[in-house]
Every structure is written in C-alpha cells, then in structure tokens.
C-alpha cells in the first residue's frame, strides 16, 4: 500500500466483472484505502464485493486483491481493505500483451496529417505499433482506442526502436486518468487470461 498516495487516480475490479469503478485516493492506512467515487450518484457496492484495486507504479501494473464497500447510503466513499499482495506476478505486470488497439498519430498542430497505425502490443509504458509509409519519427500526440465506444487515451508517443515491419513507442505525459484506464484494460486481459478454460475451449468460473 506504499505505493499508493493521496490524490492518486486508480480503478476498482469487482470479481463479479461489472465495468471498473474509477476512483481517486482520499487516504491510506494500513492495509486500508479510503477512496473517492469519481461517478457519485452510481449505485450502493453489494456488501463484501471482493475484486482488486488497479493503478500503474513507476511503470509498473500493480493489481491488489481486497474487499471494497461503499461508507454509507448516497456518500461517494468507498473503503477497500487490501487481503492479499500484488497478485499479477512481476513479469506478468509489466510484460507486453498482444492487444489490438487504433492509434491515431499526429505533430502538434496538424490535424491534416495524422497518421493512423495499429498496435502489435501494449504494456503500461509503451507499445509496439505497425509502421506506416511516411510515418514521422519524432514526438507525437497519440490517441490509444480499443474501442467499445470508450474516449480514446491521450498521450504523447516518443520512439524508442524499430524495425522494418513496427516502431517502438513509449508512452510519456499521460493524464493520470488515462494511465489508470490503461492499467484497468491490461489487467482485464491479464485476469481474462488467467481464467481456466473448459475443454470445449469456453472460459470456466472460478469458485
């Protein structure tokens, strides 16, 4: 819970799989975070809601499991009790994952020539993307979508390698908000590949 402090923008994950709650730290104690609603006025938590608290750490996904349950009737606040540690394992956290997003580049000012490319895959701090014909190759603004009609994550693009099929990006100046999102759509992709399998190939429920 060290790495969580005041102000921070991070996400909520209940197991039951309803969309991430997207939340901002008020205060931590101990193994207790005590967060702030960002979309007050949203339904009461079911009592007990286990699920895992989502945010990035210098560059780093950092997912903890707990149980979150909301103060009392109509406060935005929302207390998460943190019962295990980080429950992705290092690799796995800042690993990249072969997640298809839109990528819409564009130089500052210049609407007219942007520049859109897909990614081959994605971490918390980059992404390796397919290379365009006339691609400039210096800072970027970078709009990130993964559809599903959500806003798009904003950022600038700085290139850190190539090849001659994608180019390497770093992600820098990233809103906090959109880094949280960030960290709330890996982990999904990470839990969802985690999840047992039945034979017929169909994801099976844990228990």
Same mark, same amino acid.
């Given at each position: 819970? +060290? ?15 309803? *969309? ?6 008020? &205060? ?24 895992? /608290?989502?945010?990035?750490?210098? %560059? ?7 149980? $979150?349950?909301?103060? &009392?009737? %109509? ?24 997640? $298809? ?21 994605? &971490?918390? &701090? ?6 365009? /014909? =006339?691609?400039?190759?210096?800072? /970027? %603004?970078?709009?990130?979508?993964? =559809? =599903? %009609?959500?806003? *798009? ?45 039945? *034979? ?6 844990? +228990?």
């Amino acid at each position: 819970m +060290r790495r969580l402090h005041e102000q921070q923008i991070v996400e909520i994950h209940l197991e039951i799989d309803d *969309p991430a709650i997207t939340c901002r730290v008020a &205060s931590v104690t101990g193994a207790v975070a005590t967060l702030i609603r960002q979309d007050q006025g949203a339904e009461k938590l079911p009592p007990a809601a286990t699920g895992h /608290l989502v945010f990035e750490h210098q %560059g780093t996904l950092v997912a903890l499991r707990g149980i $979150a349950a909301s103060l &009392s009737e %109509g406060e935005p606040k929302i207390e998460f009790v943190v019962i295990d540690n980080v429950v992705l394992p290092e690799r796995r956290a800042a690993e990249r994952i072969p997640l $298809a997003a839109t990528v819409r580049l564009r130089t500052d000012g210049a609407e007219e020539t942007a520049f859109e490319t897909v990614t081959a895959d994605v &971490s918390i &701090s980059g992404a390796l993307v397919e290379r365009r /014909l =006339g691609m400039p190759i210096e800072e /970027l %603004g970078m709009e990130l979508r993964f =559809g =599903g %009609g959500v806003a *798009p994550i904003t950022c600038r693009a700085q290139q850190v390698g190539e090849t001659p099929t994608h180019v390497g990006i770093r992600f820098v100046e990233m809103p906090p908000a959109d880094r949280a999102r960030l960290a709330g759509i890996i982990f999904r992709y990470q839990r969802a590949s985690l999840t047992p399998r039945s *034979p017929s190939g169909l994801v099976t429920a844990r +228990r």
